[in-house]
């Protein structure tokens, strides 16, 4: 099952297909995560590798041989440095995950983990880089790919602040999908085209399930963006709708 987790671990402990390098455009070894990752890997061999490719664009990622590491693969990705935001880091920083996702996935890999791009020296806010991370992440699975996706991070409160922002973007998606599931249904039943025992199935299933409840609650307590479409956590709506379908079925 693909996914998201995060765990306190050095990334170059993970097992995984693939690892990702908070790299620099020049592809050097530097410092901390990329420090550690090339002294693991093999520096000699791995900085050769490296000039043998000489560049990577902030925003893209290109990939070495894991050489000693567990991971077959390095992805270097090349996240931008913190300058205000308004000189379009949060759009690089997404193109720099979804580079390396795109890699992972042309190479066959079924896992792979980063670490916080750009949440060290190149100074991005951590809370504002968990964001566009998860985002990044979130559409790439969201787009139908498999693959399992791991963030290692060194401390408890890097962890913590990970976790709970992992909750809440899971929590948007998880309203915003069955929202749309509702409006096909709200759709249907003015003119019943095609068929829609998927997304009944879904809605039913999210209904009487503990989880519809605990979305609701925590909407209540404003967990979710005021903008966001929610009909489907008014509950008059979505058993009206259902109960609407079974009456169109029978």
């Known amino acids: 099952m693909s996914g998201i987790t995060i765990q306190t671990i050095s990334i170059t402990d993970l097992d995984t297909d693939a690892i990702v390098n908070a790299a620099n455009e020049g592809l050097w070894a530097g410092g901390g995560v990329c420090g ?22 902030t925003g893209r990622a290109v990939v070495t041989p894991g050489f000693r590491l567990k991971a077959k693969y390095i992805l270097h990705a090349v ?31 079924r896992s792979v983990g ?8 190149f100074g991005y806010p951590a809370d504002r880089a968990w964001e566009v991370a998860l985002r990044a992440c979130g559409d790439f699975l969201d787009a ?25 973007d899971a929590l948007v ?30 809605l039913d299933g999210y209904l009487r399930s503990g989880q519809w409840l605990a979305d609701f609650e925590a909407d209540e307590a404003g967990a979710l963006p005021a903008g966001l479409p929610r009909g489907v956590l008014s509950e008059d709506a979505l058993y009206n709708a259902l109960e609407a379908y079974a009456e169109r079925q029978s």
């Open 36 to 57: 550690a990752i090339f002294r693991a890997a093999g520096a000699a061999a791995l900085e050769a590798a490296c000039r043998r490719i000489g560049h990577c664009d």
């Open 79 to 109: 996240g931008p440095r913190w300058s205000g935001g308004g000189r379009g880091e949060p759009e690089l920083l997404y193109g720099a995950y979804r580079s390396a996702l795109e890699l992972a996935a042309q190479l066959g890999c």
């Open 114 to 121: 980063f670490p916080l791009i750009s949440a060290g020296i």
């Open 144 to 168: 139908g790919h498999s693959i399992d996706i791991v963030f290692a991070v060194l401390d408890e409160r890097m962890l913590a602040l990970g976790r709970r922002m992992l909750d809440a």
């Open 173 to 202: 998606r998880r309203v915003t999908a069955m929202e749309a599931r509702l409006n096909r249904l709200t759709d249907w039943l003015a003119q019943p085209v095609g068929d829609l025992r998927a997304d009944v199935e879904a």
